[in-house]
């Protein structure tokens, strides 16, 4: 199949190219296999929190594949704990550097001082649930890339509240999740 491509160059004449060629050769094509990757990066990301949370929780195969009140609050958890690491990677990509590069929970102290204002030995001493409250207003859908809320669907998560206070707060290993999104 043949494709006309416009040039946005005014007087520059179009051409042919192939649906194929396209992948490779145009900016659009380049955007398509860059953006190929980090679904690549949020898929593995993904994975290796459903594998700890699993791990941490006694979460079986069958919980997670039915359509069960103890696999959709593990959707949550991984969910929760996917959008942590996004914002995350985000927040290093402003503020980082590579003589502070805000590794691990580094960057989750950074993102809450800077918001919040606080002090840093206040914001340590919150715990792992006490930080997703402080951020809420960030896990929002509107404020999470299109890329993000893709896999959200593609995963199963629930457009409702499940309880996850209960999950353990090893499920959140900042060090180990953090190489995924590595630019």
């Known amino acids: 199949m043949l494709i006309l491509i416009s040039n946005p160059i005014k ?14 050769c145009l900016p ?12 690549q990066k949020y ?7 459903e594998v700890r949370v699993r791990e941490n929780n006694d979460i079986t195969h ?25 914002l995350l990677a985000r ?3 402003k503020y980082a550097s590579s003589f ?22 206040e914001v340590k001493q919150l715990s792992f649930i006490d930080t997703l409250f402080v951020l809420a207003e960030l896990f929002r859908d509107e404020n999470l890339p299109a890329e993000v809320r893709a896999v959200l669907r593609s995963q199963g998560v629930k ?25």
Not at 28 to 39: D, E, L, N, T
Not at 43 to 48: K, R, T, V
């Open 11 to 24: 007087g520059v004449p179009g051409y042919l190219a192939t649906a194929e060629s396209l992948c490779y």
């Open 43 to 49: 898929d593995d990301l993904w994975q290796a929190i």
């Open 91 to 93: 927040h290093r990509e």
């Open 62 to 86: 069958i919980d997670m594949t039915t359509d069960s009140a103890r696999g959709d609050a593990a959707r949550q958890r991984i969910a929760q704990i996917f959008i942590l690491e996004v």
């Open 159 to 183: 457009d409702e509240p499940m309880p996850t206070y209960d999950f353990s707060e090893k499920d959140w290993a900042p060090r180990e999740n953090e190489i995924f999104l590595k630019r």
């Open 28 to 39: 659009a094509g380049i955007h398509q296999i860059r953006q190929g990757k980090v679904m």
């Open 100 to 121: 502070v590069p805000l590794a691990g929970e580094e960057a989750l102290y950074h993102l809450i001082f800077k918001r919040t204002g606080w002090k840093p030995f």
